[in-house]
Structures are given as structure tokens and as C-alpha cells.
């Protein structure tokens, strides 16, 4: 082999580790932010959901538009994040917002999913969901339909 072919393909071979060498450090940084983000995600999860008093809704909801939280209907108010936690990972948001009930209408369904569904005990975090629940879905009084108004009434001819 003359010393010019020794050269070249000893240059191709650097050329292809430094290649393999640096693909497989731009994946370990792209698998390494990716492991990051995800678990910094679910850091602000947990922190949010264990902080009930926090108020930190806008930053970390960001899909919440005037006043109710897009993807489950829930109004946006104290509370919501651990709704959200504690009552969507088993059922829908709608099984809840279809629901009207009193305190002790919301604290009997959570203890009737507690002895029957696995529902966790939420400890304290129990009063800050009631509290949401019962503020935002008690029953509504209904009865009869609102009078009308601005109506523009007309005689009936009477013959």
C-alpha cells in the first residue's frame, strides 16, 4: 500500500469515529433532556397537587380559558389541581361535572369509591377536593322556568 492510500483510509477512519462518536453524544444529551423534562413534569405535578394552597394554576394549566380548565370541564379555582389528580386518573372529568351533590353527598361517594373502587385515602388533600366539589357541583335549585322578559305582547282579536 503507498503511503498516500495509508493515509487516506486512516483519515476515513477517524472521520467515521468521530461521526459515531459524535451521534452517540448527541443522543445521550437528547435522552438526557428528555429524562429531565419528563421528570421535572412530573416534579411540578406532584409539587402542585401536594400544595393545595399554592396558586400556580396559570402556570402549570396553561389550557384554562375563561375560567374553566379546556380538557376536562372543571371550573379553574383552588383546588382544581388535585381534582384533577385524584379524581380522572379512575373516571372521566365528566362523571364528575355531570354530578350535583352536597358536602356530605361528595364526602359519601368518595368513601363509597374508597371501600369499593381502591380509591386512595387523599389525607389531607380530602378537604381541599371536597371543598372544590362542593363549591363548584352542589345541586342547583330548579324550578320553575324564568319569567319571560322583553316581550312585545299583541292582542288576540276575540270574536
Known amino acids: 500500500m503507498t503511503m498516500r492510500k495509508q493515509r487516506s483510509h486512516k483519515n476515513r477512519r477517524?472521520?467515521?469515529?468521530?461521526?459515531?462518536?459524535?451521534?452517540?453524544?448527541?443522543?445521550?444529551?437528547?435522552?438526557?433532556?428528555?429524562?429531565?423534562?419528563?421528570?421535572?413534569?412530573?416534579?411540578?405535578?406532584?409539587?402542585?397537587?401536594?400544595?393545595?394552597?399554592?396558586?400556580?394554576?396559570?402556570?402549570?394549566?396553561?389550557?384554562?380559558?375563561?375560567?374553566?380548565?379546556?380538557?376536562?370541564?372543571?371550573?379553574?379555582d383552588k383546588g382544581l389541581a388535585l381534582v384533577i389528580a385524584n379524581?380522572?386518573?379512575?373516571?372521566?372529568?365528566?362523571?364528575?361535572?355531570?354530578?350535583?351533590?352536597?358536602?356530605?353527598?361528595?364526602?359519601?361517594?368518595?368513601?363509597?369509591?374508597q371501600e369499593s373502587q381502591g380509591l386512595w385515602d387523599m389525607g389531607e388533600n380530602e378537604e381541599v377536593i371536597v371543598n372544590y366539589l362542593t363549591k363548584h357541583y352542589a345541586p342547583t335549585q330548579q324550578g320553575r322556568r324564568r319569567n319571560l322578559a322583553d316581550i312585545e305582547w299583541y292582542p288576540l282579536d276575540q270574536e
Open 14 to 76: 477517524k472521520s467515521i469515529t468521530y461521526f459515531i462518536t459524535t451521534l452517540g453524544m448527541i443522543l445521550v444529551l437528547v435522552l438526557g433532556a428528555t429524562m429531565y423534562y419528563i421528570l421535572g413534569e412530573q416534579n411540578a405535578v406532584e409539587d402542585l397537587t401536594a400544595t393545595a394552597t399554592a396558586d400556580v394554576l396559570p402556570a402549570l394549566l396553561p389550557e384554562i380559558k375563561d375560567g374553566i380548565h379546556q380538557p376536562t370541564g372543571f371550573v379553574a
Open 87 to 113: 379524581c380522572t386518573n379512575c373516571h372521566s372529568a365528566k362523571l364528575v361535572t355531570q354530578n350535583r351533590a352536597t358536602r356530605e353527598g361528595w364526602v359519601g361517594m368518595i368513601r363509597w369509591m
